[in-house]
């Protein structure tokens, strides 16, 4: 495939994290016509469920069904994901080759402390993409816009906007599904907070709570530190009432 063609590009610190946070917006895009890709940072070698190689295969599953176009794997350690000017470099390398005009980050918060420092990485990466003096010997590239999945963080601000998933949904559930090293009888899972149900029940509860902030059945919320742009005020969508 064409590397260069990538219109979105998601990064997450370990397989089945784009999944459960994104998923439902990655199947959209590529309805849309769009061109998506998944960089995951690490191969789950310390989770307590399954093996790295199993979750290997788990992932490329699910890359089918989320219709991805490609989804490769930087290889750093799991639970020990740092910014340093060597990962950022790794992150900026791959950046380039998929030169993507939109970056799907994790949330600024989190539990895990990967998922926190992602965020800050693939930020700091899309930035040192684009500096002439790192890596010369590959095309710069800085993505236009970095946006942050807030899916499952309560704890973090109003989501920005909310992709309409309504009828990704369960395609989105059957790419989680995949993962059932990770999920066969789960109740708990990244930074899904357990409250006793199935996982999957979880997942589908919290986008149907993401989904009523647009007044949609399913959605799932983003986190953007620029504010959105409005051309039209009697265009604008989402009743008050
Ligand atoms: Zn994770």
């Known amino acids: 495939m064409n590397a260069s063609q990538i219109d979105i590009l998601a990064i997450a610190a370990h ?66 994901i740092t910014n340093t000017p060597e990962t950022r470099a790794m992150l900026a390398r791959v950046i380039r080759r998929f030169r993507p005009r939109v970056v799907i980050a994790p949330a600024a918060r989190g539990r895990h402390p990967d998922h926190r420092l992602t965020a800050e990485l693939v930020r700091d990466a899309c930035f040192v993409a684009g500096l002439q003096k790192i890596e010369p010997g590959i095309p710069r590239h800085r993505p236009l816009k970095v946006v942050h999945c807030t899916t499952y963080r309560e704890d973090f601000e109003k989501p920005t906007f909310v992709v309409d998933v309504s009828d990704e949904f369960e395609q989105k559930l059957a790419a989680v599904r995949c993962y059932s090293s990770q999920f066969e009888g789960a109740i708990q899972a990244g930074e899904v907070y357990p409250n006793g149900e199935p996982l999957l029940d979880i997942v589908r509860h919290q986008g149907a709570h993401y989904g009523s902030l647009i007044r949609a059945r399913y ?23």
């Open 219 to 241: 959605g799932e919320p983003f986190f953007t530190t620029e504010t959105m742009r409005v051309d039209d005020l009697a265009a604008l969508e989402v009743s008050t009432f």
């Open 15 to 80: 397989r089945d994290d784009v999944e459960l946070t994104c998923g439902g917006t990655l199947i959209k895009a590529v309805k849309l016509g769009r061109r998506t890709a998944v960089l995951d940072l690490t191969q789950g070698e310390t989770g307590t469920r399954g093996s790295a190689e199993l979750r290997a295969a788990e992932a490329s599953r699910a890359a089918e069904v989320l219709g991805l176009s490609a989804r490769e794997n930087l290889g750093l350690p799991d639970a020990g």
